[in-house]
Nanobody, 114 residues
Framework: QVLLVESGGGLVQPGGSLRLSCAVSTNSFRFYDMGWFRQAPGKERELVAGITTTGTTNYEAFVKGRFTISRDNNKNTLFLQMNSLKPEDTAVYYC????????WGQGTQVTVSS
């Protein structure tokens, strides 16, 4: 069973930045397209950004230009740099394969508030 451990969330003021990390417990990490997802209270989980095995990235319109997804295949770790955060970015953030193949981790809470 693959374990996903997200970290790096917290409370930040609007306009602030956070860097999320996701440690993945398998060396097969490098063979999967990966994604960051988020779920706000009362809403469905949604894709935020994705990255292919070769490093090609894509972003949902609501984060484009503010968030950057990256990966370190040597450390089996996925990252999400979040800049210019807005209150509407408040959510629990999760990582998984792009298709949601693995069991979801506990996520990391991001709260954007003044």
């Amino acid at each position: 069973q693959v374990l996903l451990v997200e970290s790096g969330g917290g409370l930040v003021q609007p306009g602030g930045s956070l860097r999320l990390s996701c440690a993945v417990s398998t060396n097969s990490f490098r063979f999967y397209d990966m994604g960051w997802f988020r779920q706000a209270p009362g809403k469905e989980r949604e894709l935020v950004a994705g990255i292919t095995t070769t490093g090609t990235t894509n972003y949902e319109a609501f984060v484009k230009g503010r968030f950057t997804i990256s990966r370190d295949n040597n450390k089996n770790t996925l990252f999400l740099q979040m800049n210019s955060l807005k209150p509407e970015d408040t959510a629990v953030y999760y990582c998984n394969t792009r298709s949601g193949r693995w069991a979801w981790g506990q996520g990391t809470q991001v709260t954007v508030s003044s």
